[in-house]
């Protein structure tokens, strides 16, 4: 599975952004989808999951409220609506594809990912 993440951007505080990530194969429902986020120097951290069938989603705490994860299954795409952008959102997000059947918030239970795309909030 190839992962392909897009959409970040240099945006003022308060703005949003939309960003994506497309994968490869036929079997893109089967997978829980991940985004999770890296500042240099940090251990990369979980942002949101979401189902095979988009029925269930978690976040963590700090962007409840302000982000949405979903996706478009037809498509093979993830998406993470973030709103409300705060400069401690600035951040490499990377997108991640798991097999498990369980969503999941670390990351070494993700079986593949994306290259990452940069998020940078001004204030």
């Known amino acids: 599975v190839q992962l392909q993440a897009s959409g970040g951007g240099l945006v003022q505080a308060g703005n949003s952004l939309k960003l994506s990530c497309t994968t490869s194969?036929?079997?893109?429902?089967?997978?829980?989808m991940g985004w999770f986020r890296q500042v240099l120097g940090k251990e990369r951290g979980f942002v949101a999951a979401?189902?095979?069938?988009?029925?269930?989603?978690y976040y963590t705490d700090s962007v409840k409220g302000r982000f949405t994860i979903s996706r478009a299954n037809a498509k093979n795409t993830v998406y993470l609506q973030t709103n409300s952008l705060k400069p401690e959102d600035t951040a490499v997000y990377y997108c991640?594809?798991?097999?498990?059947?369980?969503?999941?918030?670390?990351?070494?239970?993700?079986?593949?990912w994306g290259q990452g795309t940069q998020v940078t909030v001004s204030s």
């Open positions: 194969g036929r079997t893109f429902s089967r997978y829980i």
């Open positions: 979401i189902s095979g069938s988009g029925g269930s989603t």
């Open positions: 991640a594809a798991r097999s498990g059947p369980f969503l999941a918030t670390n990351a070494p239970a993700y079986d593949y």
